[in-house]
Nanobody
């Protein structure tokens, strides 16, 4: 069974950094597009970043450009989201999602989702 597990969330002060991990089991991530999403209390889920399976440039939401970096380590079957210069408005539950041979565009659908990891940015 293909599963995704996020980790790395926590409490951090504004300006701090966190690295989220999305580890897959049950299949290799080589042929999957991976997206990171977040949902804050009372708000709709929003896409944060996405990376396709082979080649191409990652995409980022305008709100995180220049601060977040998505990367994948196929040898570890893991995708990361490095988050720097964190702001209170980054506080949310962060989810990773995977789609086999998927694409990264606003209407893309992702079939597999992790359980989420909480990120809280507060002093």
């Amino acid at each position: 069974q293909f599963q995704l597990v996020e980790s790395g969330g926590g409490l951090v002060q504004p300006g701090g950094s966190l690295r989220l991990s999305c580890a897959a089991s049950g299949d290799t991530l080589d042929d999957y597009a991976i997206g990171w999403f977040r949902q804050a209390p009372g708000k709709e889920r929003e896409g944060v970043s996405c990376i396709i399976s082979r080649g191409g440039s990652p995409v980022y939401a305008d709100s995180v450009k220049g601060r977040f970096t998505i990367s994948r380590d196929n040898a570890k079957n893991t995708v990361y989201l490095q988050m720097n210069s964190l702001k209170p408005e980054d506080t949310a539950v962060y989810y990773c999602a995977a789609e086999f041979m998927g694409l990264c565009h606003p209407s893309a659908a992702f079939a597999s989702w992790g359980q989420g990891t909480q990120v809280t940015v507060s002093s």
